[in-house]
């Protein structure tokens, strides 16, 4: 049958939209001003270093000795001096022989995965993996078989059961919508039974969990170890932009070689690598930062009424998907600013407030989210029914 040339070719994103608002699944976007007053409990700055004078000065500094962009790939004319040094101080920090920068947490998850796991490869996912890591997993022609949630037992199975030689099981260090942990020393030790990998994602760990937030990897003493491969972002605790992988030498070699997302991707500006290093300089001057954002997060959580959280994530449940979009407008309209998690960011069900701590939230902020959030929650969790 011929089609109709006359009609819209777009008209059924249009039925996509209408499905979206009745489902209270619409998404906006709202850019922010600078130097808007509002209190900000949505941002994953987790440290309260993304205006430090510091990071600021020194990505002021990598713009004046390279220019605004790094000018190609990696490969070509994209690597410079300072992404080698930050390699190098990362690596070192976290306690792994070697790092490589890509341009954004997701491009250094797809770029790890897709070369350590191919056709012939499993790869093992937890059921609560960040979408880079999902994407990752589609990307790489691998079988892939995903695991219940924070399931070493399952692992395990899926692993013994497994015709391939070679196997990669990926998680989160800190699962990035509930902000609960994952049991890396179990997961480890059924990696090594099974001679597998571990990838972990130190997103949200990185900064908040381990001596001197050196992540939950260096806290339960897998750093280092050969079958242990971190990534981590730096848009997060580290207040700039890009990602990491960081491991064995042989890893890093790998990804220079196979790793797409670093081949033709262009490398980090030099801005957000300068950034990065001061901010890392800061963290490693003040180890208690890590240590104040939990304290925060403890505060958050007592507030909103739920259980203190081992990371900055605090998520706040109400189930239904407009009664969470509602709630956090509400906040938004009083200038607090919480995230609004909502399927297929989290389960049907599930959906939430998300509020992040800073290690520099003040008793005058935490009054302010008082104020506010209690009479949302309040209505909220009157107007809706919340799984138990």
């Known amino acids: ?70 000018t190609g790939s990696r490969l070509v004319t994209g690597t410079t001096t300072d992404h080698e040094l930050l390699e190098g101080e990362l690596a070192e920090f976290t306690g792994f022989p070697a790092g490589l920068v890509f341009s954004s947490g997701y491009a250094a998850n797809l770029g790890a995965v897709t070369a350590l796991a191919g056709r012939g490869s499993l790869i093992v996912s937890d059921a609560g993996c960040h979408a880079s890591l999902v994407d990752a997993c589609r990307l790489s022609r691998a079988r892939v078989a995903i695991a219940p949630h924070r399931n070493s037992t399952a692992v395990a199975r899926l692993l013994a059961d497994r015709s391939e030689e070679h196997a990669l099981v990926l998680t989160d260090s800190v699962f990035s919508a509930d902000g609960d942990l994952a049991p890396l020393t179990e997961l480890h030790r059924v990696v090594r039974d099974h001679n597998a990998l571990l990838l972990v994602d130190e997103a949200h760990g990185l900064g908040v969990r381990g001596h001197g937030g050196r992540g939950l990897v260096q806290e339960t003493g897998l750093a280092g170890e050969p079958d242990v491969i971190v990534t981590v972002t730096l848009s997060k605790a580290l207040a700039a932009q890009g990602g990491a992988v960081l491991g064995d030498e042989r890893v890093r070699a790998h990804l220079i070689d196979t790793a797409r997302t670093m081949i033709f991707d262009t490398g980090l500006a030099p801005a957000a690598v300068g950034a990065a290093r001061a901010a890392l300089r800061i963290l490693r001057r003040d180890p208690g930062l890590g240590p104040r954002v939990l304290a925060r997060a403890a505060d958050i959580a007592r507030i909103a009424g739920v259980a203190a959280p081992d990371s900055a994530v605090v998520p706040i449940i109400l189930g239904d998907p407009q009664t969470a979009h509602d709630a956090a407008h509400t906040c938004r ?35 302010t989210l008082t104020k506010v959030l209690v009479p949302v929650l309040t209505h909220a969790r009157n107007s809706t029914t919340v799984p138990a």
Request: charged share 25%; aromatic share 4%; glycine share 8%.
């Open 1 to 70: 049958m011929v089609p109709d040339v006359t009609s819209d070719p777009l008209a059924w994103l249009d039925d996509h939209a209408a499905t979206r608002v009745t489902a209270g699944l619409r998404r906006q976007l709202r850019p922010r001003a600078a130097g808007s007053p509002a209190l900000d409990l949505a941002s994953n700055d987790y440290l309260g270093l993304t205006r430090h004078p510091e990071v600021r000065a020194g990505a002021i500094e990598a713009v004046r000795r390279w220019g605004a962009g790094s």
């Open 333 to 367: 309209e009083q200038d607090v600013e919480v995230g609004c998690f909502r399927p297929p960011s989290v389960p049907e069900g599930t959906s939430r407030l998300r509020l992040t701590a800073r290690a520099d939230l003040t008793p005058a902020d935490l009054d």
